[in-house]
């Protein structure tokens, strides 16, 4: 009999879903682009400028949409 490790479901709490690691990555990546010394083309400059933004936007979102669910889930 096999066993499987693989898991199905919901994501463990404190193991972070791909979803994660990818706004992670961006957020990250585009930080490096924007502080980097090096003289880059402008619209990469730009790009990364909007990424950024776009992640904080997503994050304030996000983070208002679990303030209304906990206090949803309290009332």
């Given amino acids: ?4 490790t693989k898991t199905s479901g919901r994501p463990e709490a404190g193991k972070p879903t791909v979803y ?3 706004k992670e990555t961006l957020a ?3 930080q490096l ?3 980097s010394p090096v003289k880059l083309p402008p619209k ?3 790009v990364a400028r909007y990424l950024a ?3 904080g936007v997503l994050e304030a ?3 208002a949409a679990n303030e209304r669910r906990t206090d949803d889930e309290v009332e």
Wanted: proline share 0%.
């Fill in 28 to 30: 990250v990546a585009s």
């Fill in 44 to 46: 990469v400059v730009v």
């Fill in 20 to 22: 994660e690691r990818i």
């Fill in 1 to 4: 009999m096999e066993v499987t």
């Fill in 53 to 55: 933004l776009a992640l």
């Fill in 33 to 35: 682009i924007i502080a």
């Fill in 61 to 63: 979102v996000e983070g």
